[in-house]
């Protein structure tokens, strides 16, 4: 009977000390917030550096495997994960060359083009707008404020986006802040990458002193759930970015619509978003081509179209969708609901957050009709 005092006095402590907690943050919103902003900011480097090390150390994982693994040379075995961090390293930088070479001029030919092409593509729509406006008198009188140019009108448009980026001195500050993040962040990738065993034995000796068995085993079954999701998932999403940049690429050319590579790999590189990137690459696309001839500006969102149906009910559940196992009904509602609660870091690792969710509910599912259907029988 004390034993039961003693627990329920526990839990009622434990309870009004949590109250207390939510009240206090919930009073001092403000200062929590900025509080957890310095906070993050101070341990931004190190948080970037466990994600690439996250990353290379997929690559590290395959190159072990090949790097003479049945070898019982004493050299190879005491270079294989320095050998194999390096490869992986040397891979990503592959990666980042073909970024800079080949898909970096073409998204640079690709604002040119914009630049270029959007005060013809304003002033014709404008021009179209005013046939039509004396039908809609509101419209008419909008426009006449208006009273700008094609040129004007993108002359507002960079000033606005110039405002919004913060002016040149914060962009550089930011850029030099941001290198010496990353080269901290490598830094610490690589000692991850080096003493990772020694890390997850002292990890694992933590939660044996801390937390009892049963929950020890819930906590990895976790970790490993979201390692298995959220590793197919960028494997996954790469190859989907990649799959449809070719298709639409090859695409463009069959049906010879103009800026075939510029917008091809425009898209490629936006589709890095799940689902919705690559409509965000064809609109500006289709203002493009609108520039060059309106009807083949109509054919490529035909195009655009049945290509995001082939690749939204196709490619993608196949190639990222079922490779973090969840159905694509799922992947749209991750991408929403992420979006909606962390913005772009949310579109992004939205699926594979609700892709380990949905694994460990269809775990617990299982565990309790397992249960349920012994205790019946």
């Known amino acids: 009977m004390e034993d039961i005092r003693n627990i329920t006095q526990k839990i009622i402590i434990k309870t009004v000390i949590l ?43 395959v190159y072990e495997k ?34 800079i070479l080949i898909l970096i001029p073409q998204v640079n030919q690709f604002v040119k083009l914009l630049i270029e092409k959007f005060p013809l ?19 008419e009188e909008r426009l006449k404020e208006l009273n700008m140019d094609g040129n004007t009108a993108l002359g507002k448009g960079i000033s606005v986006l110039s405002k919004w980026a913060g002016g040149t001195v ?3 500050g930011t850029i030099f802040g941001g290198i010496m993040n990353f080269i901290l962040a490598m830094f610490f990738s690589i000692y991850i990458l080096f003493s990772k065993e020694d890390l997850k034995h002292k990890f694992d000796k933590l939660l044996n002193s801390f937390v009892k068995a049963d929950k020890k085993k819930k906590i990895y079954n976790v970790l490993q759930t979201a390692n298995e999701s959220f590793s197919s998932y960028i494997i ?13 690429t090859l695409g463009m050319w069959i049906f ?8 091809g790999s425009v898209i490629g590189l936006t589709a890095l978003i799940p689902l919705v990137g690559a409509y965000i690459g064809a609109a500006v696309g289709f203002l493009l081509i609108l520039a060059v001839n309106p009807i083949k500006a109509l054919l490529f969102l035909l195009f ?74």
């Open 19 to 61: 109250i207390g907690v939510i009240l206090l943050i919930i009073l001092n919103f403000t200062s929590v917030i900025n509080i957890v902003r310095n906070i993050s900011r101070v341990f931004f480097p190190l948080m970037l550096g466990a994600g690439i090390a996250y990353v290379l150390n997929i690559l590290v994982l």
């Open 121 to 139: 593509v304003y002033e014709n729509v404008v021009e179209w707008v005013s046939t039509y406006a004396d039908q809609l008198p509101l419209l």
């Open 236 to 248: 996954g999403q790469f190859k989907e970015a990649v799959i449809i940049g070719v298709l639409c």
């Open 256 to 263: 010879r619509f103009p800026y075939a590579t510029v917008i």
């Open 304 to 377: 655009i179209v049945i290509l995001q149906q082939v690749e939204g009910n196709v490619i993608y559940p196949k190639v990222v969708g079922e490779s973090v196992g969840l159905p694509g009904i799922w992947v749209f509602a991750a991408i929403t609901v992420g979006g909606g609660l962390m913005g772009i870091p949310g579109i992004l690792f939205g699926v594979p957050i609700f892709a380990t969710l949905y694994k460990l509910l269809s775990q617990a599912v299982n565990e309790r009709q397992k249960l349920k259907g012994a205790k019946e029988s």
């Open 66 to 99: 090949v790097y003479f693994p049945k070898s019982k040379n004493k050299i190879l075995i005491s270079t294989r994960r320095a050998v194999s961090i390096f490869l992986s390293i040397l891979t990503i930088a592959a990666v980042l060359l073909f970024f």
């Open 170 to 172: 914060s962009i550089v």
